[in-house]
T-cell receptor, first 114, second 112 residues
């Protein structure tokens, strides 16, 4: 069964550094998402992306965040200058579209900001 | 967004049925009821969804009250692998690409 993959599984970075989290969605899916989950808290929506544009973003997704689909297969989340409070699990998800409504999630990247 | 209410936690014995309740008294006529679950250290995973009629799939069954103000996810024979946080989520349409809004869910513990 096709699955969403994410790399790295764990990223440790210093505060103020840039990080790029990578996701490879399921190949024929058209809608892409990033969510995050701070330890012990709810899964929170960050951003949705379709047709090479952001469809919706949450208040969390400020100017420090950006998303890109650089080569038609990868979907990346960049945090320009990480803060301590960015430490969380980041999940990529995708949805096929065209009448299906199931989002498929990746295993997540644990980001630790020191 | 219409809100859902779930118990914080539940326990069940292995190989017994589990009924996970969800209240959504402010549900609108176009809201679909979705269930996802999150196994330990994993991303959320789709379980089942429905609108008005009860639904069955290989993972679970979804029983929807006649007034749609509540629903119950039924795991017919719980295994240790079913230990997870279960989320009941309302979505406006069955065809949209809208985001998922997660609550705190129900943490299901399976007792061997």
């Amino acid at each position: 069964e096709p699955e969403v993959t994410q790399t790295p599984s764990h990223q440790v970075t210093q505060m103020g550094q840039e990080v790029i989290l990578r996701c490879v969605p399921i190949s024929n899916h058209l809608y892409f998402y990033w969510y995050r989950q701070i330890l012990g808290q709810k899964v929170e929506f960050l951003v949705s992306f379709y047709n090479n544009e952001i469809s919706e973003k949450s208040e969390i997704f400020d100017d420090q965040f950006s998303v890109e689909r650089p080569d038609g297969s990868n979907f990346t989340l960049k945090i320009r200058s990480t803060k301590l409070e960015d430490s969380a699990m980041y999940f990529c998800a995708c949805l096929k579209g065209g009448g299906t409504d199931t989002q498929y999630f990746g295993p997540g990247t644990r980001l630790t900001v020191l | 967004d219409a809100k859902t209410t779930q118990p914080n936690s539940m326990e069940s014995n292995e190989e017994e049925p589990v009924h996970l309740p969800c209240n959504h008294s402010t549900i609108s006529g176009t809201d679909y009821i979705h269930w996802y679950r999150q196994l330990p250290s994993q991303g959320p995973e789709y379980v089942i969804h429905g609108l008005t009629s009860n639904v069955n799939n290989r993972m679970a069954s979804l029983a929807i009250a006649e007034d749609r103000k509540s629903s119950t996810l039924i795991l017919h024979r719980a295994t240790l692998r079913d230990a997870a946080v279960y989320y009941c989520i309302l979505r406006i349409s069955n065809f949209g690409n809208e985001k998922l809004t997660f609550g705190t869910g129900t943490r299901l513990t399976i007792i061997p």
